[in-house]
């Protein structure tokens, strides 16, 4: 070993605090190349490769350094840079052989540090070591490249790895003919490169400098190592051993190089050109403000952005307030430098004042108008209940109480003259049309339409804007509604009213308390605008699933409209009228090439479209369209008929099975309400055994539809002589109550009643077998208490084919309110006892 040549060689860099302590496969290492076992007599160099050292004295043991990039080619001197705690050793132990040389290999993955003999490439570059340097955690290698080798064997398959190399010294070449063909094409393309990337004209002079342009192998290795081509391609080029089958790749190489080098080129070329253009422009614009400045002409940044402030206010009708407030901002901008930050804080205030459509209103035309010559705040709309029912009844099919309803409405503003301080809130199901009756209103009015939604909003300041201190500050959102509108008087949806958030950044409903108070509105204030706006002329129409989450002040202060869901003769007429279209348009098809059979139509309704709006049945109108444009294009003729006995070719298995009462001893049809639309629940009962008495509930029952399940076990046992049952029923006997489907959660106490007749059924051993269905609560003093919903759950009666239901006494005006269309064929029941119910479901055999 050699401690003196190591210092000098690896600059210091600290053998670390085991200095002394060398593991054994190391000690062997250094061993074997101080006995000289690794080194091979010097021979005369032989084109093919062989173990064999050339005048230089390379070792026959190399150890190893991986290379993630690309390969290192003989020829190449330039620094690497590794780090220090996973090759100092490997680097150490180079140096202390006396034969400063390491093996610098490829590797096939890209992360060195888990390397293993495996992933390394078979060819690499012996390289000389000519300085270390070490920096923090890292050692920069000065090395020379001098050989390629082939590894023949693994002497260490561990860090630091070591190997047995086979060399392949380079010839004279003198004999090969063919050669300075080559070299002479490869000394050409260089030269096409070096006006495209001037950096290859330094490499070039001094590898000239340094080795000369008659040796052609090492000529190969210094052009395949200019090329930016990817790491297989020149490790490829590193193991032909050929120098005429190298010349050949690399020259593949360099033509590619050249060609990917001109694309830069153009690309360069194409920007600056663009850049130039641009500066020019920008030159000749100052110019032309000089120009005209001179002359007197032109106008400063400053004056011309003034200007067109003043030009807007002409056609405004401001408020006092907001008229003093734009005077002082307009005089603080003009003494405003152009680029200070204020400057531009100040410009955006004064764009979005001028910019809202003071005292610009809608006429009955939906134009544009001022109130100029009229009482100030005052618009007139269209009000006219005819036009607005012919516009009700062309955009929807159905919901007459709710236009009905919407006309009332409309009818009100015109005895009153105008349409203000109202605020609509629609209640119903997703798909029936809350949004499109919103802008039905809107069209009916006469007025401008905006929308936006509320569901998730957590932020306060969407409601009321942020403060101007902020940077970025913007408007609320009601206030940039009324900018892109450009009239004070629109109809403004607030969808999913019913979904909106509170967070640590404020309660949005809260804010919203002032925006649709009629008394508080008229003085909206925007905490961005800092002016007050008036609102109060804005039509505000609300949408929501349901009201449960809605916060009471905020309810309060709106009118409600309950859409309810579709039957299926609705659903089909707005099919026909609105849906089909729309798909066989929105499809590319023309009517004459698609007809759907009413029969189909239904089926699709009853079985694959089954919820309470039409969201869902225009998506199956819209699959069938699809298909169907298949099929034209596929040669079949056309019309294409959709029947009863193809619809699965477009639909698949129908979704829903038709809707049967079940039938049997403890099963009742009981009818619920959800935000979805109403459905029918059969609620069962059985005795699980007779020995000790227990009452157990399952279906995910909530707390009060335990209760209410509780008071009617209570009340059935105890009067079950009344009723018809054994006394003693109940007494020795565990009844288990359940409410299908048991992964859906449930809850109201409108179950009461269905779940008293199931466990009168049930002590009785009486099925029901004739369609009926019920709803109501019920207390433990056997009184039917009224419930909400009814529309909704007559219409799932309707729909599984129910005609005879059972409702609570105070629901009778609530029955008697729905359209004829829908009470017609049912016959109702009203209970305000439940003797009244028994009497009904166990009639008194004659």
Same mark, same amino acid.
């Given at each position: ?320 307030? /907001? ?5 002082? &901002? !307009?005089?603080?901008?003009?003494? =405003?430098? #152009? *680029?200070? +930050?204020?400057? %531009? ?65 409309? /009818? ?5 003259? &105008? !349409?203000?301080?109202?605020?609509? =809130?629609? #209640? *119903?199901? +997703?798909?029936? %049309? ?413």
């Amino acid at each position: 070993m050699r401690p003196d040549r190591r210092r000098n060689a690896l600059e210091s860099p600290g053998p670390g605090p085991n200095e002394g302590l060398m593991p054994k496969k190391e000690e062997e290492l250094l061993k074997m190349d101080a006995e000289g076992v690794n080194d091979s007599p010097p021979v005369e160099p032989v084109e093919g490769g062989q173990l064999a050292r050339p005048s230089d004295v390379l070792p026959g043991l190399l150890h190893i350094l991986p290379l993630a990039n690309r390969p290192f080619f003989p020829a190449q001197m330039v620094p690497l840079v590794v780090d220090r705690a996973p090759w100092q050793r490997t680097l150490e132990l180079a140096v202390e052989s006396g034969n400063p040389y390491v093996g610098l290999v490829l590797i096939r993955g890209d992360d060195p540090q888990t390397a293993g003999p495996d992933d390394f490439y078979t060819m690499g570059t012996a390289s000389r070591i000519h300085k270390v340097v070490q920096l923090d955690d890292k050692l920069q290698i000065f090395v020379e490249g001098m050989q390629r080798f082939r590894i023949e064997s693994w002497v260490s398959r561990e860090r630091p790895f070591a190997v047995r190399a086979q060399y392949f010294p380079e010839t004279s070449y003198k004999d090969v003919p063919e050669l300075k063909a080559y070299t002479v094409a490869v000394i050409n393309t260089i030269k096409e490169l070096l006006p495209l990337n001037p950096l290859y004209g330094e490499e070039l002079k001094y590898f000239l400098n340094r080795f000369g342009p008659d040796d052609p192998a090492r000529l190969a290795d210094f052009a395949a190592s200019l090329t930016t081509s990817d790491k297989q391609e020149l490790q490829e080029v590193l193991e032909k051993t050929h120098i005429l089958e190298r010349m050949e790749k690399v020259l593949v190489l360099l033509k590619k190089e050249v060609e990917v080098a001109k694309a830069q080129m153009q690309i360069h070329k194409k920007v600056e050109e663009s850049m130039e253009k641009r500066q020019r422009e920008f030159l000749l614009r100052e110019q032309m403000k000089a120009i005209q400045k001179e002359l007197g002409i032109a106008k400063d940044d400053r004056t011309a952005e003034l200007d067109k402030f003043r030009a807007r206010l002409k056609d405004l009708t401001l408020p006092e307030e /907001a008229q003093k407030r734009i005077d002082e &901002e !307009i005089e603080k901008l003009s003494v =405003l430098e #152009v *680029g200070s +930050p204020e400057y %531009g804080v100040t410009r955006n205030y004064l764009d979005w004042l001028t910019q809202l459509p003071w005292g610009k209103y809608s006429d009955v035309q939906g134009r544009t108008s001022v109130a100029g010559g009229r009482k100030p705040g005052v618009t007139k709309d269209k009000l006219d209940l005819k036009h607005a029912r012919k516009i009700l009844d062309r955009d929807h099919d159905g919901l007459a109480d709710v236009k009905d309803r919407i006309i009332e409405f409309l /009818a009100v503003g015109s005895m009153k003259g &105008e !349409i203000a301080g109202s605020i609509l =809130l629609l #209640v *119903g199901p +997703p798909g029936v %049309g809350k949004t499109s009756v919103g802008r039905s209103i809107a069209q009916a009015l006469g007025r401008k339409f905006y929308r936006f939604s509320l569901g998730g909003m957590r932020d306060e300041a969407e409601i009321k804007g942020h403060r101007r201190t902020y940077i970025g500050a913007l408007p609320g959102k009601f206030i940039q509604a009324i900018k892109d509108v450009a009239v004070a008087n629109p109809v403004i949806m607030l969808d999913e009213i019913d979904k909106i958030g509170a967070s640590y950044q404020g309660d949005p409903a809260s804010a919203l308390l002032e925006v649709l108070d009629p008394e508080q509105n008229k003085d909206f204030l925007d905490h961005y605008l800092d002016v007050r706006f008036d609102l109060s002329k804005v039509l505000f129409v609300a949408t929501a699933n349901q009201l449960d989450t809605i916060p009471a002040p905020l309810l309060d202060r709106m009118e409600i409209i309950r859409l309810s869901g579709y039957i299926t003769s609705e659903k089909m007429a707005i099919a026909e009228h609105h849906l089909i279209p729309r798909q066989i348009e929105k499809a590319g098809l023309k009517n004459s090439q698609l007809k759907i059979e009413t029969a189909a139509l239904r089926e699709v309704i009853e079985r694959y479209a089954r919820e309470a709006g039409v969201r869902n049945l225009e998506k199956r109108l819209g699959q069938i369209a699809r298909k169907t444009v298949v099929k034209i294009l596929n040669g079949v003729k056309t019309p294409i008929h959709v029947g009863v006995k193809n619809i699965e070719e477009y639909l698949g298995k129908p979704v829903f099975r038709p809707e049967k009462p079940q039938i049997g001893v403890g099963v009742v049809t009981g009818l619920a309400w959800t935000p979805l639309g109403g459905v029918t629940l059969d609620v069962e009962a059985t005795r699980v055994h007779q020995t000790t008495r227990g009452f157990k509930l399952t279906g995910q029952l909530g707390d009060v539809m335990k209760e209410s399940a509780e008071i009617a076990y209570s009340y059935i046992s105890s009067h079950s002589k009344t009723y018809g049952a054994k006394p003693d029923y109940f007494e020795k006997a565990f009844v288990h109550l359940h409410v299908p489907a048991g992964a859906t959660p449930k809850d109201g106490p409108s179950a009461g009643v269905t779940m008293a007749t199931t466990l009168l059924s049930l002590a009785r051993g009486v099925k029901i077998v004739r369609p009926l269905a019920m709803t109501g609560e019920l207390t433990l003093t056997g009184q039917v208490l009224p419930v909400g919903g009814i529309r909704e759950k007559v219409i799932a009666a309707r729909r599984a084919k129910i005609s005879e239901l059972i409702l609570p006494e105070a629901n009778r005006g609530d029955f008697d309110d729905l359209p004829e269309h829908i009470r017609k064929g049912l016959k109702a029941h009203f209970a305000s006892h439940y003797q009244d119910v028994a009497r009904v479901v166990f009639p008194k055999k004659k």
